[in-house]
């Protein structure tokens, strides 16, 4: 049965809402998902053509819901039936198609085989938002990776999401097929997923992946020992919606953190009950009014410099906060005036994953 279908049978209706109350998107809309879901069924995405963008797809309703309802596979499933129909995505989302296609350009998206090795028995996977991010964090991860796990390569790329996000099923199929077809060329190799949104991606998408999070492998080594002094500074832990139901990445953050020396504010919205950066679901193209609320909300939340381990969750909240990613503390010397360094536009972005490959590239011939 569709998740539509589902809420249209099982929704409590005007008398529970309780999905409503955490959610500024369906607060805005004042009406219980069981009556949306009968109203979209009608044909209302035809009339309200951003309504179904408008979500982050970030679970919360789930987690809040005594049905286990998701609002968010509903939204999903009317961007999926809007392509079909010719009517999504907006003409918005044309920036994402272009960064989608960017990441999975020649120009970026690469596959590295260490070929010091016999065979790849691991391969770092950062993703497109991190690359985006910082470069120079990856490298630094990689080669930290390479000298405890010898037998590691690297895929540049994209894990498909942003095109899975406007319902572009098809696109993001083949998105997802091209990266399958290269892990598979380099042995079908573990790999080790630096992004939650990837993980999440792989988990539900391509099961037949072997996937690990990076934290995982990084709260389990040795560290460098000058990064293993923080000294009980606090910082304040912001966990991505996508690791709601991961308790493995939310305990090796905090593992990770606390081996670094550094002690955490955990806020009430935390581990599965945390609640979306505000970018989630490419909601910001669709709804930038809404997208700033969200993020101001979830960074109010905050009493001390945020810690995220999703680069474009440390991207959105850093417009309100001082905000770094977890690996800035163990590859990132200048962390301490990076935090306050604004988001980076698209541009930047791209600039910085083209830069990526180069490095990767110039240090394998050197
Ligand atoms: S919490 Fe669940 S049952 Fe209650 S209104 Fe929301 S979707 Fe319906
Ligand atoms: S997935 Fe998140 S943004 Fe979408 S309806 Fe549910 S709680 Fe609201």
Known sequence: ??????????????????????????????????TLARKLKDGLFRVDKRLAYRCNMCDLCKWNCPKELSSGDMFMEIRQAMVKEGLGPLPEHQFVKRDQNFSTSDKFAFANYNPSAERCEHIFFPGCGLSGYSPELVIDTYEHLRRHLPKTGLILGCCGSPTRF????????????????????????????????????????APELKIRPLSCILSEQNLPVEVLSGEGQVFSLHDSCKARWEPEWQNSVRALIGKLGYEIEEVENSRDKTRCCGLGGMVAYADPELTAVNIKKRADEFGHDILTYCASCREALSAYKPALHVLDLIFNPDWRSAKTNPQKTGKARRENQARLKQMVQERDHS
Request: net charge negative; proline share 4%; glycine share 6%.
């Open 1 to 34: 049965m569709s998740e539509l279908d589902k809420i249209i049978n099982e929704c409590l209706g005007e008398e529970c809402k309780t999905c409503i109350e955490d959610c500024e998107f369906l607060k805005g809309l004042d009406e219980a998902p069981g």
């Open 166 to 205: 406007l319902g572009d099923e098809p696109r993001f199929r083949e998105i997802l097929n091209m990266l399958i077809a290269e892990v598979k060329a380099l042995g079908d190799a573990e790999l080790i997923v630096a992004c939650p949104e990837c993980y999440h991606t792989f988990k539900h998408c």
